[in-house]
């Protein structure tokens, strides 16, 4: 990509992501000392509310809706998350419980961030991602761009299929609901 033809922040987004990811897997020893200056550029903060809008989503403590924000205007909610990242006030709220039934008549938990925190989340998401990934080994699955249970189920039933003896354990009932 050439940077002069970069017009969507989508595309600034993906070219840093990029230079990012290069530079984590050419120094595996490499800190990455600063890059809060990333998360609060102004492309950085659009790709995450894209994200964020597309995700759809309840409103957290503050009750206040993906539709209040287009209402009051997307742009000066962007800019107002830039500018509290900017000056270091910003802080995140506290997270919404909700409660959602299960078969067993048990209920999971669930924690919901607000619409503002969920975009800095992003943002920060967006600028850690390639980092991480590049730490992660090819038959790595959990939580991971592109890749999920069926990948990782597919991953196991071709190794299976293949000369030799396997041992497979999976065991993640109850996981996210365990205490620790």
Known sequence: MNADRLTTPKEKVQQLQEKLGHAAKENKKRKFHALYDKVHRWDVLCEAWKRVR???????????????????????????????????????????????????????????????????????????EPI????????SFGFRPKRGAKGALERIRKAC????????????????????
């Open 54 to 128: 597309a995700n759809k989503g309840a409103a957290g403590i503050d009750a206040i809706t993906l539709a209040d924000i287009e209402k009051q205007g997307e742009i000066s909610f962007i800019k107002e998350c830039q500018r509290e990242l900017q000056e270091g006030t910003y802080h995140p709220d506290p997270v919404r419980r909700h409660y959602i039934p299960k078969k067993d008549g048990k209920q999971r938990p669930l924690g919901i961030p607000t619409v503002r925190d969920r975009v800095v989340q992003m943002a920060t998401k967006l600028m850690v």
């Open 132 to 139: 991480f990934e590049a730490d992660f080994h090819e038959t």
């Open 161 to 180: 299929n293949r000369k030799g003896n396997w041992v497979v354990d999976v065991d993640i009932q109850g996981y996210f609901g365990a205490p620790r």
